[in-house]
């Protein structure tokens, strides 16, 4: 089964920088879509960043030209590199796995579709 576990979460300054990882094990580079998601206290889990098996990188509105999503070299860990971080980032940032659909990752910033969650690491930007 596939297992995720979030690292890197911290406390910054306006502006600062973080890097996020994510271990996944029991996982196929293949067959996945991965994500990251941020859940904030009263809000809705919403989709940060995505990559899919070609590596095609997908991001939320709010966080494009700051956050970028790759993977390790193994292809079994991912990153979220943080840059010039606002306050309204703090959450937990939570990475997420689902299966390819058709050779496809549909709909990446959905929580939907995605069925394998980590425990998140907790980002707070104040």
């Known amino acids: 089964d596939v297992q995720l576990v979030e690292s890197g979460g911290g406390s910054v300054p306006p502006g600062g920088s973080l890097r996020l990882s994510c271990a996944a094990s029991?996982?196929?580079?293949?067959?996945?879509?991965l994500a990251w998601f941020r859940q904030a206290p009263g809000k809705a889990r919403e989709g940060v960043a995505g990559?899919?098996?070609?590596?095609?990188?997908s991001y939320g509105d709010s966080v494009k030209g700051r956050f970028t999503i790759s993977k390790g070299d193994a292809k079994n860990t991912i990153f979220l590199q943080m840059n010039s971080l606002k306050p309204d980032n703090t959450g937990t940032y939570i990475c997420?796995?689902?299966?390819?659909?058709?050779?496809?990752?549909?709909?990446?910033?959905?929580?939907?579709?995605?069925?394998?969650w980590g425990q998140g690491t907790q980002v707070t930007v104040s």
């Open positions: 997420a796995a689902g299966r390819v659909r058709g050779g496809y990752c549909y709909r990446p910033l959905v929580k939907g579709a995605y069925n394998r």
């Open positions: 029991g996982y196929s580079a293949s067959a996945y879509c």
């Open positions: 990559i899919d098996v070609y590596d095609k990188m």
